[in-house]
């Protein structure tokens, strides 16, 4: 009888966990914190793209008369420096140990610093980069960044090919995601333009003519979550960055979280804003990017 109750009791215990780990699994599919994460850290280091792309393009002897979408908010020193067109060259941008609001709104702190071999806009330019106690918004960015220009693709377009590797984003929470990508960004608007281009009027463009920049996005990205669970992310309609706005504002990819299912994250119709969409199923979520 005793042998007989013992026996009910454990296949009542190994039940109860079956339900436990169907609930928990079915509330995990629910959620989008990969999603949110992926977009998290997706954010930031094309955050870290954005200052390293408006600087590289820089081939300024005064930086007096030269603004970035961060504004002033930076110390740009470049070795050796301009008008020397001595390759390769160290970068480092500087923002000090409190935050500093941009002309793009953000808050960042800390330094980016770079070396690049050639010319920006140069066929087989290589910058290299990492970050030092660096924030934006209060989020730790912290990996490596290279970029290697490709050349001119199909389209006529410069494209780059841009690898994230050992990246880890802090929340201002203490949650840690790490993440590493693989992505060709082609340049589709805003070549021909840059700070010192001259409108119709003969005036300098100035910041405009960095802002007006457009970058269409592909490929792939793994990482962990703040839960610690291990994602996969594939671009499947090109991501769509503008330099003038804080967050990507169109396409769409999928976010294939450990044991759970695919979700699917639409960015929008173009608008800046920081409004996205995850589908898991037949269920849709809006989310805020970060």
């Given at each position: ?52 792309n408006e600087t ?63 010319r920006y806009r ?77 409108d119709g009027n ?89």
């Amino acid at each position: 009888m005793k042998k007989l109750f013992l026996i009910s009791t454990i296949i009542l215990f190994a039940s109860s966990l079956l339900v436990f780990n169907s609930c928990s699994k079915y509330k995990l599919n629910r959620t989008t914190t990969s999603s949110a994460d992926n977009s998290t850290a997706e954010n930031a280091f094309n955050d870290v793209y954005k200052v390293v792309n408006e600087t590289a393009e820089d081939e300024s002897s005064n930086k007096s008369l030269t603004a970035y979408s961060f504004g002033n908010c930076a110390t740009v020193t470049v070795t050796p420096a301009w008008p020397d067109t001595t390759f390769p060259k160290s970068i480092t941008i500087d923002f000090g140990t409190t935050n500093c609001t941009g002309t793009d709104l953000k808050l960042r702190r800390g330094k980016i610093e770079y070396t690049i071999s050639d010319r920006y806009r140069n066929t087989g330019c290589v910058i290299t980069a990492t970050t030092d106690d660096y924030y934006v918004n209060d989020y730790k960015v912290e990996g490596n960044k290279t970029v290697t220009n490709n050349g001119r693709n199909s389209n006529d377009n410069l494209s780059y090919t841009i690898e994230v590797t050992n990246a880890k984003v802090t929340t201002p929470d203490g949650d840690e995601i790490t993440w590493e990508s693989t992505r060709t960004r082609e340049w589709t608007e805003g070549e021909e333009t840059g700070y010192f281009t001259l409108d119709g009027n003969g005036d300098i463009l100035g910041i405009d003519g960095i802002t007006d920049d457009v970058y269409s996005i592909t490929g792939n990205a793994s990482g962990v979550n703040r839960d610690g669970l291990n994602f996969t992310v594939t671009i499947i309609e090109p991501l769509i960055v503008k330099i003038g706005c804080r967050w990507i504002t169109k396409g769409v990819l999928e976010i294939v979280p450990e044991d759970l299912k695919t979700r699917t994250v639409d960015y929008g119709d173009g608008n800046c804003d920081n409004e996205a969409t995850v589908t898991i199923g037949n269920k849709t979520y809006n989310i805020i990017l970060r």
